[in-house]
């Protein structure tokens, strides 16, 4: 009887030890050395130089440099123009993911693009990689265990460039701001911080996406009095308010401009006679240290356009960073919440944004920069715009982690 009954639990423990392993050996089985990515942007629209064609190809330099390839790895990379259209963004991704079996989005300028597929990514368990929407609300309200958030949001644009203007006298504001996610979320924190360091808000007014006749909003602002008028929208909507701007005299009549998210393309399509003296905050900048200078030549070789954006530029860190969360994991689960997990356990360290890491609510931390635009007889070379004015290190770059309201992130009791 004793030796059935140590015959019976000897058995039970070995079935307890196959089902206890059963797990990660079937997690194991499930690992493959295969990866196709989903450059998701607008590729014909206002923000095609913000990202669009320059981010598949920073898509593609982020494949060879990771070194996957030469070890064995099948890595594709397709790309789609989502038109700056939620739904269109949402249907191709769709497609993507059920058809091409798409593993991990990048890009997705435009953040009523990338809140929708923020939340297909979750459904779905895919990667999605958010280099190009602002809207701080994709690690806030609407975080996803799935999305990392890299490069900049609405909260930094506005502790940047926001706080640097009222503490130097710019204390009244109006708000000229696009008329969806992104602009709302733009104005939203910028006035927070305005307030916060004793400004006013003297009115706002909102106008359509991708517009071309910005006189009546920009009388608005005029007739407002107010010290600055804050430009919280992005691309060719910033350049034609700023161009429409010199024509009513604003600036002349001694009204301040403030472009909130501005990038080198911008700067380059006004022209540094128009564009001179404005500030704006970024995270990247082509011609800040011998390595993003190298970055920019090799990207340059293959998109002869215009050097990175910081847009450009986070879709290949974003993707290095994949990478090596893949490596670590020993291969491809395809569980994009796993991928996420293991990429918020490593730091984070390339040579366009150097050290950082990943917080739990998906907002990756580095540092900005406050940047002003020289003028024409300062720019020694091409694309030689920005003069550095401050920078804001990263733990003061962001949203403190502590007043997110992302579900993800434990408050301490």
Sequence with gaps: MKRSIAALALSAGLVFTCLAFAPAALAQEKL??????????????LYQ??????????AQMAIEDSGLLAKGWKIDLISGDHQNKPDVGTNIAKQWIDVEKVDVFVDLASSGVGLAVANLAKEKNVV???????????????????????VYDTYMLANGTGKALVKSGGDTWFFLTADYAFGHALERDTSAVIVANGGKILGSVKHPLNNADFSSFLLQAQNSKAKIVGLANAGGDTTNAIKQAAEFGIVAGGQKLAG???????????????AQGLNFTET?????????????????????????????????????????ALEALGGNPHDGRAVVAKMKEMPTDDPLFGKG????????????????VKKPSESKYPWDYYKLIATIPADEAFLPLEKSVCPLVKKKS
């Design 49 to 58: 130089d913000i990202g669009g064609p320059g981010s598949t190809v920073a």
């Design 32 to 45: 493959d050395k295969v990866v196709k990515i989903g450059a998701l942007g607008d590729q014909s629209g």
């Design 260 to 274: 909130m998210l501005m990038f080198i393309t911008d700067v380059n399509s006004l022209g540094l006679n128009v």
């Design 284 to 324: 990247f900048y082509w011609d800040m240290n011998d390595q993003t200078r190298a970055f920019t030549k090799r990207f340059n070789e293959r998109f002869k356009k215009n050097p990175p954006t910081m847009v450009q530029a986070g879709v290949y860190s974003s993707l290095i960073h994949y990478f090596k």
């Design 128 to 150: 999605n990689l958010n280099s190009g929407s602002a809207s701080s609300d994709l690690t806030g309200s609407q975080c996803s265990p799935n999305t990392v958030h890299w």
């Design 357 to 372: 890491y990943i917080r739990a609510d998906g907002r990756k931390i580095h540092p900005a920069y406050l940047f002003e």
